[in-house]
Structures are given as C-alpha cells and as structure tokens.
C-alpha cells in the first residue's frame, strides 16, 4: 500500500485528505507545519509527499528543497493558489513533479498521484534493468512542434542536430518545452535505443550533485550506506540531459569538465575509472555567455557544451501554434479523465490568443487539465478558465480615469487629492504589471494587505 504524507497547516484539509486517500487505498500521515512535515518524512519514509506552498513556519519550496535531499527520488506534489503561476514555476524548476491548484478537486489530486507514483515506479525500474531488460516499446510523442515559421525553423535544426553526436545548450524560458525538445533530440538520434536520463541541476544541493552525477561509494561520506550508481553511467550508451545546467557549483563544473572531456569517471570515494559513453544536452534559462560573465559558469566548460544551441520559443510568440498545443493536451486529458471535450469557445481561442503565458507549456496544460476537468459538457468554455486568464486584457489595458475638471475656484487640497488619486492608481497597476496580476504577489510589493487592495481596486473601479 502506497504511502503519503499531506502537510498542510489547516486541519480540516489533512482531515479530507487523509479520509479520501485512505479510501482510495493508500497509507495516508499528516503534518500541520512545514517542519513538522520534515520530522516525519525522516521517520515515515512514504511514496509520495503532498504539501501546501503556504505553510505557517516555512514555505512549500524549503519543504521541497530538503525533503529532496533527504529523499532525492521522491516524488512531491505541491498546492499552490492559482494566482501563484510563477511559484508553481519555480517549485517546478526545483524538483516537483507537479502541482495542483486551488480550490482542491479530489479527482484531480488523485490523478496527479497516481501519475506521479507511476512515474516514480517506471523509473525506478528502468534504472534497475538498464543494461539486461529488453529494449523498451516507444512512448507516444510528448511535444508537437507547431506550424509557424518560427516553429518549422526549431524543427528543423533539431532534425539537423539530432543524428549527429554534438553536445547541445537548449535555451528557453521555464516551461518552454526544453526538456521535451532534448528527448525529442535523443528519440532521433543513433542513441535512441539508449537511455535517456534527466537531471535538473536547479533542484540539487551543492553536496549531493556530484554523488547525483557521478555516484559514490559505500561509505564514502556520512549517509553513504549503499553503493549509488550516477546519472553519467544510467545514461551508458544515451544520452544524458542537464536541465539548468548553470546551478552546478564551480566545484562539480570543475569535475564534470573532466569527464565530458575523458569520457571516464570515478564514483566518489573509489579508484577505478569507469569508461563511459555519454552525449549530453543542457539546458538554461539564462545564456551561459552571461553566467560567465558574473563568475557563475566557466568558460571552457561552455565551449566543451557549445557545439551546437537550440532557442526554443516562448509561446506568447509562437503565433497560432498555441491552438494546436492546445488541442494535443485536450485530447491527453480527455484519454486521462475519459471525457469527450471536443473543442473550444470561440472566446476561449480569443483569451488563449491575447494572455501573455509566462507559464509557457508548462502553464496551457495544466490551464487545460483543470477545464477540462470543469467542463460538462463538450464545449470547454471561458467560465472554466483561470480569472488571470479571462480579465487579462481589461487589467493589462486598464487606463487611468480621467483628470477632474480643473475648475477656477478649486482649492489647493482639492489638487493634492487629485494627484495623491492618480499616483496611488499608477503605482497600483504597475505592482499589478510586475505580478503579471497576481494580487497577493502586488500587495505584498506595495507593503499592504490584499483586502486593502481589493478594496482600493474596487474603489478605482480597476
């Protein structure tokens, strides 16, 4: 029986949550704080672990952050609001396997554990049976590319690079598809038959990043129980995949260096060298010209990366693409929900075409697994949408109201309160711009509560 431990600091969701996941047959511990919720990862050990973003001592990316280094394997759900996109985001970039919104639908949660321990289970079988198992049925496609010319232009480099052993550097925003195009890479590849492993360097200690990439030995440092086998050697004979590779310390840049130029390694703590076989592809949210620049990355590492680089687009700039992605993870959450959403609104395609997507990807399919999930009837509508999503234009567009009439009698208080008005408005919506209109995000940069926001935002009528 699968076990999970739900942190969460209020009551009444662990109470629902640990009824509703007993019932669908797991093993369920519960925490009301996030170092509580750490305490018992140590002692519980479970499957999975399910945590609100916003807890009373810590926040969701600290529990995500350490229960990783306890439990690097384990996969972690995290609960986010759905103004929140850019946390959702960031805990992505460090490690989560997904998250889930608020409010909380069981069903929803439920799917995403069980695709995560399913995920979690493959993968531990695929590491285990990487040299003896037979090769593998092929998965179906998990990116479509998109008919724009910028787009076809991504197709085909990658078709170009694909077939080649070049190590490549992938740039894009978060949620742009890096990791998506880097299998897609490996699928069309001479290694294809290989295995393709990922590793994301962002959601890694500086301690445990070099026994990640390179394993270690029993005994070799305090915890070290076990002999661990490394990504570098998972990856025999494929390809090995460096998500954020910008993170790694200047210590493991220095020893990955060495390898990527020998093709030889030495777990930690042992004296063999170890031949290995490996094409990599990395990954960056940031040009590795200007991390070197700052001191963050060296610069013989990056020509050893640079023989090739990827743009992958961002999707506010992908044209019309975005209804064909849209329509892939309509039909993926349908099979997944088994439903027969058939198409969209035409004020859904209207607010898919005007929202920026700073979630790129990433962000339009979960914004589509949620609808969906919403959605009755055969027509996902605009009522099923984020409100981020479907007031976009009016508060990106909002302008300022008009100056009152100057009259020739008006009193100097009466002029201060008129500019004090325009000010507090200006300054309103440039916290709203800066928070892509998250009103929590921009009442905390304007140092006041989010109900004297609201409030104000009602009174200027925004």
């Known amino acids: 029986m699968p076990k999970i431990l739900v942190v969460d600091d209020d009551k009444d969701i662990c109470l629902l949550m640990d009824r509703f996941l007993t019932k669908n047959g797991y093993e369920v511990e519960t925490a009301l704080s996030g170092m509580a919720g750490l305490k018992k990862l140590a002692e519980y050990k479970p499957d999975l672990l399910?945590?609100?973003f916003k807890l009373g001592d810590i926040d969701g990316s600290e529990v995500l952050k350490r229960a990783k280094e306890l439990m690097p394997s384990l996969p972690?759900?995290?609960i986010t609001g759905y103004s929140d996109i850019k946390v959702a985001i960031n805990v992505m970039k460090?490690?989560?396997f997904d998250y889930v919104t608020k409010p909380l639908f069981p069903d929803e949660i439920l799917l995403n554990i069980r695709k995560a321990?399913?995920?979690t289970t493959q993968e531990a079988s695929t590491s285990v049976t990487k040299k003896s198992a037979a090769p593998k049925k092929k998965e179906k496609a998990n990116y479509i590319f998109g008919s724009s010319t910028i787009?076809?232009?991504?197709?085909?480099?990658v078709n170009l690079v694909a077939p080649t052993d070049y190590s490549v550097i992938i740039y894009g925003?978060?949620?742009?598809?890096k990791e998506a195009i880097a299998k897609t890479i490996h699928e069309r590849s001479q290694r294809k038959d290989g295995p393709f492993i990922a590793m994301d360097c962002g959601a890694i200690s500086k301690e445990l990043a070099g026994s990640e990439l390179f394993g270690h030995e029993k005994g070799s440092f305090t915890g070290a129980i076990n002999q661990k086998i490394g990504h570098f050697e998972l990856a025999d004979g494929g390809t090995l995949f460096l998500d954020e590779v910008a993170n790694l310390s200047y210590d493991v840049q220095i020893s990955l260096l060495r390898v990527v130029q020998e093709q030889k390694l030495k777990r930690i703590g042992g004296n063999k060298e170890i031949s290995i076989d490996v094409r990599i592809l990395v990954a960056s949210n940031e040009r590795l010209p200007e991390a070197i620049a700052k001191g963050k990355f060296r610069e013989d590492l990056y020509h050893r990366f640079n023989e090739f680089s990827l743009d992958v687009p961002a999707l506010k700039d992908r044209g019309n693409d975005i209804f064909e992605?849209?329509?892939?993870?309509?039909d993926e959450t349908n099979r997944d929900l088994e439903k027969e959403v058939t198409e969209f609104s035409d004020e859904v395609k209207h607010h898919f075409k005007t929202y920026t997507w700073p979630g790129n990807i990433r962000e339009l399919r979960n914004v589509i697994k949620r609808a969906t999930l919403l959605t009755?009837?055969?027509v996902l509508e605009a009522s099923a949408l984020p409100f981020e999503i479907v007031n976009y234009e009016k508060l990106m567009f909002a302008e300022a109201p008009a100056e009152p009439e100057v009259k020739a009698d008006r009193r100097l208080h009466g002029q201060l309160k008129s500019a004090a008005y325009e000010a507090e408005y200006e300054m309103i919506m440039d916290a709203l711009k800066q928070t892509n209109f998250s009103k929590s995000k921009a009442a905390k940069l304007l140092n006041i509560d989010r109900k004297t926001l609201y409030n104000k935002m009602k009174k200027m009528n925004m």
Do not use: H, N, P, Y
């Open 50 to 52: 399910l945590s609100d």
């Open 76 to 78: 972690v759900i995290i």
């Open 94 to 96: 460090m490690g989560a």
């Open 117 to 119: 321990l399913k995920a």
């Open 151 to 157: 787009s076809k232009r991504l197709m085909k480099q």
């Open 173 to 177: 925003e978060s949620g742009a598809g």
């Open 325 to 330: 992605f849209a329509q892939f993870f309509l």
């Open 376 to 378: 009755e009837g055969i």
